[in-house]
Protein backbone atom coordinates (compact mmCIF):
# COMPACT_ATOMS: atom_id res chain seq x y z
CA UNK A 1 0.00 0.00 0.00
CA UNK A 2 2.74 2.07 -0.43
CA UNK A 3 4.08 4.30 -3.37
CA UNK A 4 8.08 3.64 -4.05
CA UNK A 5 9.78 6.67 -5.38
CA UNK A 6 12.32 3.94 -6.77
CA UNK A 7 12.56 4.52 -10.46
CA UNK A 8 10.60 1.87 -12.27
CA UNK A 9 13.40 -0.29 -13.72
CA UNK A 10 12.48 -2.07 -17.10
CA UNK A 11 14.56 -5.30 -17.31
CA UNK A 12 15.43 -6.76 -20.58
CA UNK A 13 17.47 -10.00 -20.39
CA UNK A 14 17.85 -12.79 -22.37
CA UNK A 15 14.83 -15.41 -22.85
CA UNK A 16 14.60 -18.73 -21.01
CA UNK A 17 11.99 -21.47 -20.13
CA UNK A 18 11.04 -19.66 -17.12
CA UNK A 19 11.37 -16.13 -15.65
CA UNK A 20 14.15 -16.23 -12.79
CA UNK A 21 15.58 -13.43 -10.57
CA UNK A 22 19.17 -14.22 -8.98
CA UNK A 23 21.11 -12.10 -6.81
CA UNK A 24 23.45 -11.47 -3.74
CA UNK A 25 22.67 -8.93 -0.55
CA UNK A 26 25.69 -8.00 1.16
CA UNK A 27 26.68 -5.19 3.59
CA UNK A 28 27.15 -1.74 2.52
CA UNK A 29 29.87 -1.07 4.93
CA UNK A 30 31.86 -4.95 5.40
CA UNK A 31 30.97 -6.25 2.12
CA UNK A 32 30.02 -9.42 4.19
CA UNK A 33 27.14 -11.92 2.85
CA UNK A 34 24.03 -11.35 4.90
CA UNK A 35 22.21 -14.46 5.73
CA UNK A 36 18.14 -14.72 6.28
CA UNK A 37 17.48 -11.60 4.37
CA UNK A 38 13.96 -11.68 3.31
CA UNK A 39 13.60 -10.88 -0.15
CA UNK A 40 10.03 -10.93 -1.74
CA UNK A 41 7.55 -9.61 -4.05
CA UNK A 42 5.28 -6.66 -2.31
CA UNK A 43 1.24 -8.21 -1.95
CA UNK A 44 2.15 -11.11 -3.39
CA UNK A 45 3.10 -15.28 -1.48
CA UNK A 46 6.67 -15.09 -4.36
CA UNK A 47 10.08 -14.50 -2.36
CA UNK A 48 13.24 -15.95 -0.72
CA UNK A 49 15.33 -15.52 1.98
CA UNK A 50 19.58 -15.07 1.03
CA UNK A 51 21.61 -18.59 1.88
CA UNK A 52 24.99 -18.63 4.27
CA UNK A 53 26.68 -17.08 1.49
CA UNK A 54 24.04 -14.07 0.66
CA UNK A 55 22.61 -15.39 -2.65
CA UNK A 56 18.74 -15.83 -3.65
CA UNK A 57 16.65 -17.24 -6.43
CA UNK A 58 13.38 -16.07 -7.49
CA UNK A 59 11.35 -18.42 -10.06
CA UNK A 60 7.99 -18.52 -12.02
CA UNK A 61 7.34 -15.32 -11.56
CA UNK A 62 4.82 -13.90 -14.07
CA UNK A 63 5.16 -10.92 -16.29
CA UNK A 64 3.60 -8.21 -14.57
CA UNK A 65 4.46 -4.87 -12.54
CA UNK A 66 5.78 -5.48 -9.22
CA UNK A 67 7.64 -4.03 -6.21
CA UNK A 68 10.27 -6.13 -4.97
CA UNK A 69 11.52 -5.23 -1.15
CA UNK A 70 14.64 -6.61 0.40
CA UNK A 71 14.46 -6.37 4.28
CA UNK A 72 16.50 -7.46 7.25
CA UNK A 73 16.12 -6.36 10.56
CA UNK A 74 19.00 -3.86 11.69
CA UNK A 75 19.24 -2.39 8.00
CA UNK A 76 17.20 -0.09 6.07
CA UNK A 77 14.75 -1.52 3.44
CA UNK A 78 15.14 -1.79 0.04
CA UNK A 79 12.64 -0.93 -2.81
CA UNK A 80 12.66 -1.56 -6.62
CA UNK A 81 9.77 -1.21 -8.52
CA UNK A 82 9.91 -3.58 -11.39
CA UNK A 83 7.96 -4.30 -14.94
CA UNK A 84 8.86 -8.10 -15.80
CA UNK A 85 8.28 -9.48 -18.82
CA UNK A 86 7.70 -12.85 -20.36
CA UNK A 87 10.90 -15.81 -19.72
CA UNK A 88 13.68 -13.86 -19.02
CA UNK A 89 16.65 -14.29 -16.40
CA UNK A 90 18.68 -11.60 -14.32
CA UNK A 91 20.65 -10.57 -11.90
CA UNK A 92 19.97 -8.21 -9.18
CA UNK A 93 22.08 -7.52 -6.49
CA UNK A 94 21.74 -5.30 -3.07
CA UNK A 95 24.36 -3.88 -0.40
CA UNK A 96 22.11 -2.84 2.50
CA UNK A 97 23.07 -0.06 4.88
CA UNK A 98 22.75 -1.06 8.73
CA UNK A 99 20.18 0.91 11.05
CA UNK A 100 20.68 1.08 14.67
CA UNK A 101 18.06 0.08 16.49
CA UNK A 102 16.87 2.04 19.73
CA UNK A 103 16.64 -0.37 23.34
CA UNK A 104 13.23 1.45 23.71
CA UNK A 105 11.54 0.52 20.32
CA UNK A 106 11.86 -2.79 21.35
CA UNK A 107 10.93 -2.40 25.06
CA UNK A 108 8.22 -5.44 26.09
CA UNK A 109 8.04 -3.57 29.37
CA UNK A 110 5.10 -1.83 27.42
CA UNK A 111 2.58 -4.83 27.13
CA UNK A 112 1.88 -4.09 30.53
CA UNK A 113 1.14 -0.36 30.42
CA UNK A 114 -2.45 0.42 30.58
CA UNK A 115 -2.24 3.07 28.07
CA UNK A 116 -0.12 1.13 25.65
CA UNK A 117 -2.86 -1.81 25.42
CA UNK A 118 -5.67 0.90 24.98
CA UNK A 119 -3.33 2.49 21.91
CA UNK A 120 -3.03 -1.49 20.67
CA UNK A 121 -6.28 -2.62 20.58
CA UNK A 122 -6.91 0.99 18.80
CA UNK A 123 -4.58 0.24 16.38
CA UNK A 124 -5.90 -3.59 16.13
CA UNK A 125 -9.12 -3.02 15.19
CA UNK A 126 -8.32 -0.09 13.11
CA UNK A 127 -5.62 -2.15 10.79
CA UNK A 128 -6.77 -5.74 10.90
CA UNK A 129 -10.60 -4.67 10.97
CA UNK A 130 -13.68 -5.79 13.14
CA UNK A 131 -14.85 -8.14 10.38
CA UNK A 132 -14.71 -11.91 11.42
CA UNK A 133 -11.44 -12.36 9.64
CA UNK A 134 -10.02 -9.41 10.94
CA UNK A 135 -11.14 -10.34 14.47
CA UNK A 136 -9.26 -13.57 14.09
CA UNK A 137 -6.25 -12.33 13.04
CA UNK A 138 -3.24 -12.67 15.80
CA UNK A 139 -0.30 -10.14 16.02
CA UNK A 140 2.50 -12.64 16.80
CA UNK A 141 5.22 -9.49 17.90
CA UNK A 142 2.92 -6.56 19.21
CA UNK A 143 5.78 -4.99 21.24
CA UNK A 144 7.05 -3.49 18.57
CA UNK A 145 4.52 -0.98 17.98
CA UNK A 146 4.29 2.26 19.44
CA UNK A 147 1.64 4.90 19.74
CA UNK A 148 1.46 8.61 19.88
CA UNK A 149 -2.04 10.01 20.46
CA UNK A 150 -3.01 13.66 20.49
CA UNK A 151 -6.26 14.51 20.66
CA UNK A 152 -8.36 13.30 17.57
CA UNK A 153 -4.69 12.38 16.14
CA UNK A 154 -3.44 9.04 16.38
CA UNK A 155 -0.27 7.64 14.80
CA UNK A 156 1.52 4.25 15.27
CA UNK A 157 5.38 3.43 14.18
CA UNK A 158 6.70 -0.36 14.05
CA UNK A 159 10.52 -0.75 14.81
CA UNK A 160 9.98 -3.97 13.16
CA UNK A 161 7.92 -5.75 10.61
CA UNK A 162 4.87 -6.78 12.15
CA UNK A 163 3.67 -10.71 12.14
CA UNK A 164 0.55 -11.43 11.57
CA UNK A 165 -1.48 -14.73 11.54
CA UNK A 166 -4.74 -15.14 9.52
CA UNK A 167 -6.47 -18.76 10.33
CA UNK A 168 -9.08 -17.63 8.69
CA UNK A 169 -7.93 -17.30 5.24
CA UNK A 170 -5.02 -19.60 6.15
CA UNK A 171 -2.28 -16.72 5.51
CA UNK A 172 0.87 -15.38 7.47
CA UNK A 173 1.84 -12.10 7.10
CA UNK A 174 4.80 -10.09 7.14
CA UNK A 175 3.74 -6.69 7.10
CA UNK A 176 6.16 -3.47 6.82
CA UNK A 177 4.57 -0.72 8.34
CA UNK A 178 5.77 2.93 6.80
CA UNK A 179 2.99 5.02 7.69
CA UNK A 180 -0.49 4.83 10.32
CA UNK A 181 -2.46 7.58 11.35
CA UNK A 182 -6.07 8.30 12.26
CA UNK A 183 -7.35 11.78 12.31
CA UNK A 184 -10.92 12.00 13.42
CA UNK A 185 -12.67 9.48 11.46
CA UNK A 186 -10.37 8.73 8.72
CA UNK A 187 -7.91 5.80 8.64
CA UNK A 188 -5.08 5.73 6.65
CA UNK A 189 -1.97 3.35 5.89
CA UNK A 190 0.82 2.31 4.20
CA UNK A 191 3.58 -0.31 3.80
CA UNK A 192 4.25 -3.72 1.84
CA UNK A 193 3.27 -6.76 3.03
CA UNK A 194 4.48 -10.62 2.41
CA UNK A 195 2.17 -13.47 2.22
CA UNK A 196 3.23 -17.20 3.33
CA UNK A 197 0.40 -19.74 2.62
CA UNK A 198 -0.32 -21.69 5.69
CA UNK A 199 0.29 -25.40 5.94
CA UNK A 200 -4.05 -27.05 6.45
CA UNK A 201 -4.19 -29.98 8.30
CA UNK A 202 -7.39 -31.52 6.49
CA UNK A 203 -8.58 -31.25 3.46
CA UNK A 204 -11.14 -29.72 5.43
CA UNK A 205 -9.86 -26.60 7.02
CA UNK A 206 -8.50 -26.14 3.11
CA UNK A 207 -11.50 -26.23 1.70
CA UNK A 208 -12.84 -23.86 4.24
CA UNK A 209 -9.78 -21.46 3.58
CA UNK A 210 -10.66 -21.76 -0.40
CA UNK A 211 -14.45 -20.96 0.51
CA UNK A 212 -13.47 -17.78 2.54
CA UNK A 213 -10.72 -16.37 0.03
CA UNK A 214 -13.49 -16.55 -2.25
CA UNK A 215 -16.03 -14.84 -0.53
CA UNK A 216 -13.09 -12.22 0.80
CA UNK A 217 -12.40 -12.10 -3.40
CA UNK A 218 -16.08 -10.73 -4.57
CA UNK A 219 -16.89 -7.53 -3.92
CA UNK A 220 -14.07 -6.24 -3.32
CA UNK A 221 -12.17 -3.70 -5.17
CA UNK A 222 -10.06 -5.87 -7.08
CA UNK A 223 -13.24 -7.70 -8.21
CA UNK A 224 -14.51 -4.41 -9.23
CA UNK A 225 -11.84 -3.41 -11.30
CA UNK A 226 -11.21 -6.50 -13.29
CA UNK A 227 -15.23 -6.38 -14.04
CA UNK A 228 -15.30 -3.14 -15.36
CA UNK A 229 -12.36 -3.97 -17.56
CA UNK A 230 -13.79 -6.97 -19.20
CA UNK A 231 -16.81 -4.45 -19.49
CA UNK A 232 -14.64 -2.18 -21.83
CA UNK A 233 -13.60 -4.76 -23.90
CA UNK A 234 -16.47 -6.05 -24.27
CA UNK A 235 -17.98 -2.50 -25.09
CA UNK A 236 -15.53 -1.51 -27.45
CA UNK A 237 -13.03 -2.24 -29.91
CA UNK A 238 -9.78 -0.17 -30.40
CA UNK A 239 -8.75 0.35 -34.27
CA UNK A 240 -5.70 2.85 -35.09
CA UNK A 241 -6.10 4.66 -31.36
CA UNK A 242 -9.72 5.42 -32.24
CA UNK A 243 -12.25 3.64 -29.45
CA UNK A 244 -15.41 2.20 -31.28
CA UNK A 245 -18.62 1.14 -29.69
CA UNK A 246 -19.44 -2.45 -31.20
CA UNK A 247 -22.96 -3.05 -32.19
CA UNK A 248 -24.31 -4.95 -30.14
CA UNK A 249 -23.53 -3.42 -26.68
CA UNK A 250 -27.07 -1.89 -26.65
CA UNK A 251 -28.16 -5.28 -26.51
CA UNK A 252 -25.73 -6.23 -24.04
CA UNK A 253 -25.99 -3.21 -21.28
CA UNK A 254 -27.59 -4.07 -18.14
CA UNK A 255 -28.81 -7.44 -19.24
CA UNK A 256 -27.47 -11.33 -18.48
CA UNK A 257 -24.46 -10.27 -20.07
CA UNK A 258 -23.06 -7.21 -18.91
CA UNK A 259 -20.08 -8.11 -16.95
CA UNK A 260 -21.32 -5.98 -14.03
CA UNK A 261 -24.78 -7.69 -14.06
CA UNK A 262 -23.06 -11.14 -14.28
CA UNK A 263 -20.64 -10.14 -11.36
CA UNK A 264 -23.57 -8.82 -9.31
CA UNK A 265 -22.20 -5.46 -9.28
CA UNK A 266 -24.74 -2.04 -9.10
CA UNK A 267 -23.16 1.30 -9.72
CA UNK A 268 -24.71 4.61 -9.44
CA UNK A 269 -23.20 8.12 -9.97
CA UNK A 270 -23.10 11.21 -8.31
CA UNK A 271 -21.33 13.47 -10.17
CA UNK A 272 -21.60 16.72 -7.96
CA UNK A 273 -20.18 15.26 -4.84
CA UNK A 274 -16.58 16.49 -6.02
CA UNK A 275 -14.88 15.85 -2.91
CA UNK A 276 -16.70 13.04 -0.85
CA UNK A 277 -17.52 14.93 2.27
CA UNK A 278 -21.64 15.68 1.51
CA UNK A 279 -24.25 13.75 3.20
CA UNK A 280 -25.08 11.06 1.82
CA UNK A 281 -28.38 10.95 -0.01
CA UNK A 282 -29.47 8.02 -2.62
CA UNK A 283 -31.98 10.08 -4.43
CA UNK A 284 -28.62 12.29 -5.71
CA UNK A 285 -26.71 8.80 -7.15
CA UNK A 286 -28.42 8.56 -11.01
CA UNK A 287 -27.86 5.00 -12.29
CA UNK A 288 -24.48 4.54 -14.55
CA UNK A 289 -25.80 4.55 -18.04
CA UNK A 290 -23.53 5.27 -20.93
CA UNK A 291 -20.90 7.06 -18.60
CA UNK A 292 -17.41 5.41 -20.02
CA UNK A 293 -15.39 4.77 -16.42
CA UNK A 294 -12.39 3.04 -18.03
CA UNK A 295 -9.58 4.07 -20.58
CA UNK A 296 -6.65 2.68 -22.46
CA UNK A 297 -3.49 3.45 -20.57
CA UNK A 298 -0.11 3.88 -21.28
CA UNK A 299 0.34 -0.04 -22.47
CA UNK A 300 -2.78 -2.72 -22.99
CA UNK A 301 -1.91 -4.04 -19.42
CA UNK A 302 -2.33 -0.91 -17.38
CA UNK A 303 -5.88 0.85 -18.27
CA UNK A 304 -7.34 4.07 -16.52
CA UNK A 305 -9.74 4.44 -14.01
CA UNK A 306 -11.31 7.85 -14.56
CA UNK A 307 -14.32 9.41 -13.26
CA UNK A 308 -15.92 12.99 -12.09
CA UNK A 309 -17.91 12.75 -8.50
CA UNK A 310 -18.74 10.19 -6.07
CA UNK A 311 -19.31 6.07 -7.44
CA UNK A 312 -21.52 4.25 -5.37
CA UNK A 313 -21.13 0.58 -5.53
CA UNK A 314 -23.33 -2.06 -4.43
CA UNK A 315 -22.63 -6.03 -4.48
CA UNK A 316 -25.97 -7.41 -4.52
CA UNK A 317 -24.45 -11.53 -4.42
CA UNK A 318 -23.78 -11.10 -0.60
CA UNK A 319 -24.95 -9.60 2.33
CA UNK A 320 -23.09 -7.25 5.17
CA UNK A 321 -21.33 -8.80 7.69
CA UNK A 322 -23.64 -8.57 11.20
CA UNK A 323 -20.46 -6.54 12.65
CA UNK A 324 -20.87 -4.22 10.06
CA UNK A 325 -24.63 -3.59 10.23
CA UNK A 326 -24.33 -3.04 13.78
CA UNK A 327 -21.49 -0.56 13.95
CA UNK A 328 -23.54 0.82 10.73
CA UNK A 329 -27.14 1.72 11.60
CA UNK A 330 -28.27 2.97 8.09
CA UNK A 331 -30.32 1.94 5.64
CA UNK A 332 -27.21 1.44 3.46
CA UNK A 333 -25.53 -0.70 5.74
CA UNK A 334 -27.94 -3.61 4.79
CA UNK A 335 -26.16 -4.22 1.37
CA UNK A 336 -22.74 -4.24 0.80
CA UNK A 337 -22.80 -0.24 -0.41
CA UNK A 338 -19.76 1.24 -1.09
CA UNK A 339 -18.35 4.78 -2.28
CA UNK A 340 -15.39 5.39 -4.18
CA UNK A 341 -13.50 8.86 -5.17
CA UNK A 342 -10.36 9.36 -6.99
CA UNK A 343 -7.96 11.57 -5.95
CA UNK A 344 -6.35 12.21 -9.27
CA UNK A 345 -7.94 12.55 -12.64
CA UNK A 346 -7.43 9.05 -13.77
CA UNK A 347 -5.53 6.03 -11.86
CA UNK A 348 -3.98 3.41 -13.54
CA UNK A 349 -4.25 -0.42 -12.13
CA UNK A 350 -3.48 -3.99 -14.49
CA UNK A 351 -6.20 -5.98 -15.93
CA UNK A 352 -6.47 -8.48 -12.82
CA UNK A 353 -7.96 -5.61 -10.90
CA UNK A 354 -4.56 -4.99 -8.93
CA UNK A 355 -3.96 -1.02 -8.16
CA UNK A 356 -0.63 0.41 -7.34
CA UNK A 357 -1.45 3.84 -5.88
CA UNK A 358 -4.02 3.32 -2.84
CA UNK A 359 -3.62 7.00 -1.89
CA UNK A 360 -5.38 7.76 -4.89
CA UNK A 361 -8.64 5.78 -4.69
CA UNK A 362 -10.43 6.91 -1.44
CA UNK A 363 -12.98 3.53 -0.84
CA UNK A 364 -15.84 4.55 1.92
CA UNK A 365 -18.46 2.26 3.18
CA UNK A 366 -18.06 -1.10 3.69
CA UNK A 367 -15.16 -2.00 1.09
CA UNK A 368 -13.08 0.45 3.62
CA UNK A 369 -14.28 -0.87 6.66
CA UNK A 370 -12.81 -4.44 5.33
CA UNK A 371 -8.88 -3.78 6.12
CA UNK A 372 -6.12 -6.04 6.16
CA UNK A 373 -8.27 -9.01 7.67
CA UNK A 374 -9.95 -9.28 4.46
CA UNK A 375 -7.02 -8.61 1.99
CA UNK A 376 -5.51 -11.50 -0.60
CA UNK A 377 -2.49 -11.51 -1.94
CA UNK A 378 -1.84 -9.93 -6.01
CA UNK A 379 -1.32 -13.23 -6.99
CA UNK A 380 -4.71 -15.13 -5.79
CA UNK A 381 -6.67 -16.33 -8.35
CA UNK A 382 -10.19 -17.94 -8.37
CA UNK A 383 -10.19 -21.56 -8.92
Known sequence: MIASSSLVLLLTASLFSQTRIDGRIVDKSTSEPLVGVNVFFSKTTWGATTDDNGFYTLTNIPAGQYELVVSMIGYEVEREQMIIKTDERFTLNFRLQSRAILMSEVNVTAKTDRVWKKNYDRFRRSFLGTSKNGESCLILNEFVLTFDENGQY????????????????GYRITYILDDFEIDGTEVRFAGDHYYESMISKSKRQLKKWEKNRKKAYNGSLRHLLKTLTDRFDLRFTINNGMIIQNDNWNSIAGRKKDPLVREGFSISMNKKDLFGTSLIIEEEYKPLRSDTLVFPGATYEQPLLSFEGRMMVVYMKESPELAYMMENDSPSSYKQTSY??????????????????????????????????????????QE
Open 340 to 381: LLLRADSVYYDRDGRFFEPYMIEQQGYSSWERIGDQLPFNYE
Open 154 to 169: FRAKASQPIRIENPEL
